[in-house]
C-alpha cells in the first residue's frame, strides 16, 4: 500500500490542466476495454509471480469466469466436502463459477502430470506438495504465491510443516490445506472380543492376536497393495520404529544414511513376515484398496491399517459396527516412541498457464477462510486452518487431529518425498513384489537405492 504524501497548494493553471485531464479519463472509460490482461512477469523462482486482486482476469460484476479445478477428492468426506465447497462458492454468484474435475487415486498423479507438462493444466490444483511441488514449480508449472501464502499462513496450524510441503528454493508454490495422518490401525471389536484379545499395545502383542486369529480361521489383516501404496503405508510404520524419521530423511537426501542400510532391510522383513505368516487376507496382492475395505468393514477380517481419510466419510456413510481406532503397535525395545506417519497431502496451488489467474487466486484465498475450512472439516477432514477442526469436525477427526499435536516427528508417505521414478516405481511395486514373495528384502532396497542415486544424477 502507497502512503499518501502531505497536502500542497496548486495553480489556477493547474487546477484548469487537472480537469482537461480527468475530462479526458472519464471520455475514455466509454471506450471499449482491452480484450485481454497484459501477460503477469515471471518469478525468479520457476513460476510465475501470482496477480494482485484486481489484475488479470476479469470477474464479478464483469465478465464471468468458469475455473476449472482438479482434485482427487472422489470418496468419503473428501467427495462430500469437495462438493458442498463448491456449492457454496458457486451460490455467491460472483461472477466465478468452479467446474470441478475428481480424479481417481491410481490415475491422479500421471493426469496431474500429463496436464501440467502438455500446456492444458486446470485453474486450481490440488496436489499432493513435497516433491511434487518441487517438481512442478523446478519446471515452471506453477505460480509462485510467496505473497499470498504470507498473506495468510497466521491462520494456519502446523505452519513449518505446511511451508515445507510447498516451498521450492526460496518460493512457496501452494496453501496447504489437509493433514492426513497413517498412525493409526482400525479394527473390528466385535471380533477381538468374541476371541478374548485385548485391543494390542505392542508389536509383539499384535503378532500374537494375529497367530490367535488365523488359528481360529479369521484373517487377521485386510491389505489390497495392487497398486502398492497400501503396502508402503506398512513398511514405512515400521521405518518409523526401525529407523526414525530423521535418519529416513537422511536416505532420502543422501546424507550419511543408506535405503540399504540394516533398519530398512529390518523394516521391509516386518512387511514380508505379515505375509509369510499367513495373516494377510487372500487378496494381498491380488486386490485393491477399495476391496480391502470392504473385507474389513463386512466383518471378514479384524485389522485394516490406512490413513485418516477412510474415517472422514463416517458421518455420511457410518460403518456398519463401531469401528476402533488404535495406534500402530510398536516393538518393545524401539527408541523412537513417538515418529509417526503424516503429512500435509492436499495443498492447492495454480498452474502457471492458468487462462484464468486472478480468478482462481479469489477462490484460493477464500479456501483459507473460516467458512471454507469449517465446511471442509464438518465434512471429516483435517483441515489446516487453525481453529477449524475444532469447531467443525466429527469426534473422531477430533481425536485423530489431536494425536496430530503430540506426536515428536512425522513422515510423510515416503513417495512424496521421492522422485517418481523411485516412490511410484521401486517403492509402490516394489511392496508388491515383497509380499507376493518375489522380492527379498534385500533385494527390495537395494532397488530403491540404485534408483534414487541415478535419479540425482
Request: negative net charge; charged residues 20%.
Amino acid at each position: 500500500m502507497s502512503a499518501i504524501g502531505p497536502m500542497k497548494k496548486v495553480s489556477g493553471w493547474v487546477i484548469i490542466l487537472t480537469i482537461l485531464i480527468i475530462a479526458s479519463v472519464i471520455a475514455g472509460c466509454a471506450q471499449t476495454p482491452p480484450a485481454s490482461p497484459p501477460e503477469e512477469p515471471a518469478s525468479e523462482t520457476g513460476g510465475e509471480t501470482a496477480p494482485e486482486a484486481g489484475e488479470g482476469q476479469e470477474t464479478g460484476s464483469q465478465t464471468p469466469v468458469t475455473i476449472d479445478l482438479w482434485t482427487e477428492f472422489t470418496a468419503g468426506g473428501e467427495a462430500t466436502g469437495i462438493e458442498e465447497l463448491i456449492n457454496t462458492w458457486n451460490s455467491k454468484n460472483n461472477g466465478i463459477t468452479i467446474n470441478h474435475r475428481p480424479i481417481g487415486n491410481e490415475e491422479f498423479f500421471t493426469v496431474v502430470r500429463t496436464g501440467l507438462a502438455g500446456g492444458e493444466p486446470p485453474d486450481l490444483l490440488q496436489f499432493e506438495g513435497y516433491q511434487q511441488t518441487r517438481d512442478f514449480a523446478a519446471a515452471g508449472q506453477l505460480m509462485d504465491l510467496t505473497d499470498v501464502w504470507n498473506k495468510h499462513k497466521d491462520r494456519f496450524a502446523l505452519q513449518e510443516a505446511g511451508e515445507y510441503s510447498c516451498t521450492y528454493e526460496d518460493g512457496v508454490y501452494c496453501l496447504p490445506y489437509t493433514f492426513l495422518t497413517g498412525w493409526q490401525i482400525y479394527y473390528n471389536p466385535n471380533i477381538l472380543t468374541e476371541h478374548n484379545i485385548e485391543v494390542p499395545t505392542t508389536m509383539e502383542e499384535f503378532l500374537a492376536a494375529a497367530e490367535t486369529l488365523k488359528a481360529a480361521g479369521v484373517t487377521p489383516i485386510a491389505l489390497g497393495n495392487k497398486d502398492g501404496w497400501p503396502g508402503e503405508h506398512w513398511w514405512m510404520a515400521f521405518l518409523v520404529q526401525r529407523c526414525g524419521v530423521d535418519k529416513v530423511y537422511q536416505a532420502i537426501r543422501g546424507e550419511g544414511a543408506s535405503f540399504t542400510d540394516e533398519c530398512f532391510v529390518q523394516s521391509a522383513a516386518d512387511l514380508k513376515n505379515l505375509a509369510d505368516s499367513g495373516y494377510l487376507s487372500l487378496g494381498a496382492v491380488s486386490d485393491d484398496y477399495g476391496t480391502a475395505q470392504a473385507v474389513f468393514l463386512s466383518g471378514q477380517a479384524a485389522f485394516f491399517q490406512t490413513g485418516s481419510w477412510f474415517a472422514s466419510g463416517w458421518e455420511q456413510d457410518p460403518p456398519p459396527f463401531e469401528v476402533g481406532i488404535m495406534p500402530f503397535p510398536r516393538w518393545e525395545d524401539t527408541e523412537f516412541t513417538g515418529d509417526v506417519i503424516g503429512a500435509v497431502t492436499h495443498t492447492f496451488g495454480i498452474p502457471a498457464n492458468s487462462d484464468a489467474r486472478d480468478a482462481a487466486l479469489q477462490v484460493l484465498e477464500w479456501l483459507a477462510s473460516d467458512e471454507a475450512a469449517e465446511i471442509w472439516a464438518k465434512n471429516g477432514n483435517s483441515v489446516m486452518v487453525a481453529g477449524a477442526v475444532e469447531a467443525a469436525a466429527p469426534q473422531v477427526i477430533k481425536d485423530i487431529w489431536a494425536k496430530v499435536q503430540e506426536a515428536d516427528d512425522s513422515l510423510p508417505w515416503i513417495e512424496n518425498e521421492l522422485p517418481p521414478g523411485v516412490g511410484e516405481d521401486k517403492v509402490y511395486n516394489g511392496t508388491v513384489a515383497l509380499i507376493g514373495g518375489t522380492m527379498t528384502p534385500e533385494e527390495f532396497v537395494q532397488s530403491i537405492q540404485d534408483a534414487l542415486e541415478e535419479a540425482r544424477q
